[in-house]
C-alpha cells in the first residue's frame, strides 16, 4: 500500500476514469456553460457574444484565479468531457513511440501535457496550489488548467492535512485527471536569488529523489521530468540539466531492480540541446 507521505488519506489515488469525448457542438457548449457557471461564482452574468476561442481561454483564465472548494458534479462531468477531448485532440503520446538508451532514458522536446507516462513532474510553487495568473505560460498553470480544477482541490487537501506550504525538495503525487498521462508528482525547487548556493544544488537533487523515491514507492513505470526550477525560478538551465541527468543516473545505479523509465522533458530549443549533449556523453 503506498503511503503519501503520511497524508494518503487527504486524497483519492484510484484510477481516473475517462470521459466520452465530445463533438464540436457538445464542445462549444459545454465551453459555454463552464463559462457562465464561473462567471456565476464572481458575481458576473454572461451576457456578452465572443468567439469559442476567446470562451475557452476565458474559462482557462477564470479557472487559474478561481480559489480551491467544492465543484457540482455535473460542472466537473462536463469539464472531464471538454478537456479530456482536448487532450486526445491534442494528440497524446505514449511511451512506445519514444527511444529510450540502455539507462531507460529519453528525451523528449514538446508540451508535456501531452504525455502519457505513469506520471509527469509538476515545479510548483510552495503553496502547491497552481498557478493563479489568468492564461501564464508557466508549466505550473500548464498542468493545472489541461487536468482541470479538481487538481487544485486535490493539492489543497494535501496542504490541509499536512499544515503548512510545501518544503522546497519534497514531493507529493495526486490523480493527473484529464491529462494523458495517470498521476502528477508536484515538487518545488529551489528559487535562484542572485547566484547558485550550494543549498540550491542540494535543493534541486532532492527534487529529483524525491520524485523518484515517490514513484518508486506507487509502482510506478514511467515518470517525464520538466526542466525543475529553470523558469521563473531563475536556475542556471545548463547546471540544472546535469543537476538532473546526474542525480537520475546516481539513483538508477542505487536501484539496479528498478524498471522506471525516465523522460527528460523540454520545451526550449536551448533546453534540447543542452540535454541532448549530456545524455551523448554517458
Not at 495568473?133 to 486535490?154: E, V
Not at 523558469?231 to 543537476?243: K, M, N, Q, T, Y
Amino acid at each position: 500500500m503506498y503511503s503519501l507521505n503520511g497524508f494518503e488519506s487527504a486524497v483519492d489515488l484510484t484510477p481516473y476514469p475517462r470521459p466520452a469525448l465530445c463533438n464540436a457542438e457538445e464542445k462549444i457548449a459545454a465551453t459555454d456553460t463552464l463559462l457562465k457557471y464561473l462567471l456565476r461564482e464572481r458575481g458576473m452574468i454572461a451576457a456578452f457574444s465572443a468567439t469559442p476561442e476567446k470562451k475557452r481561454a476565458l474559462v482557462r483564465g477564470y479557472m487559474n484565479e478561481r480559489p480551491a472548494h467544492p465543484i457540482p458534479a455535473d460542472i466537473i462531468s462536463l469539464q472531464d468531457r471538454l478537456f479530456w477531448t482536448e487532450s486526445v485532440e491534442k494528440g497524446i503520446v505514449s511511451m512506445e513511440e519514444l527511444s529510450f538508451d540502455a539507462h531507460g532514458f529519453a528525451l523528449w522536446q514538446g508540451d508535456i501535457t501531452r504525455l502519457a507516462a505513469d506520471a509527469v513532474v509538476n515545479a510548483a510553487n510552495s503553496g502547491l496550489l497552481g498557478c493563479f495568473l489568468p492564461n501564464h505560460n508557466c508549466i505550473d498553470n500548464a498542468i493545472h488548467s489541461a487536468a482541470g480544477m479538481q487538481l487544485r482541490d486535490d493539492c489543497a487537501k494535501i496542504i490541509a492535512a499536512q499544515g503548512h506550504e510545501e518544503t522546497v525538495g519534497d514531493c507529493k503525487i495526486t490523480r493527473a485527471f484529464n491529462l494523458p498521462c495517470k498521476y502528477v508528482l508536484h515538487t518545488v525547487g529551489p528559487m535562484i536569488r542572485r547566484e547558485v548556493r550550494e543549498e540550491d544544488r542540494a535543493d534541486l537533487r532532492a527534487c529529483y529523489l524525491a520524485c523518484l523515491d515517490t514513484a518508486e514507492r506507487a509502482g510506478l513505470h514511467s515518470v517525464a521530468f520538466c526542466c525543475i526550477s529553470t523558469g521563473v525560478f531563475s536556475f542556471p538551465r545548463g547546471e540544472a540539466a546535469e543537476i538532473a541527468v546526474g542525480t537520475v543516473l546516481k539513483w538508477k545505479m542505487r536501484h539496479a531492480e528498478s524498471d522506471l523509465k525516465i523522460v527528460f522533458n523540454t520545451f526550449l530549443d536551448a533546453d534540447t540541446e543542452i540535454y541532448r549533449n549530456i545524455l551523448k556523453m554517458m
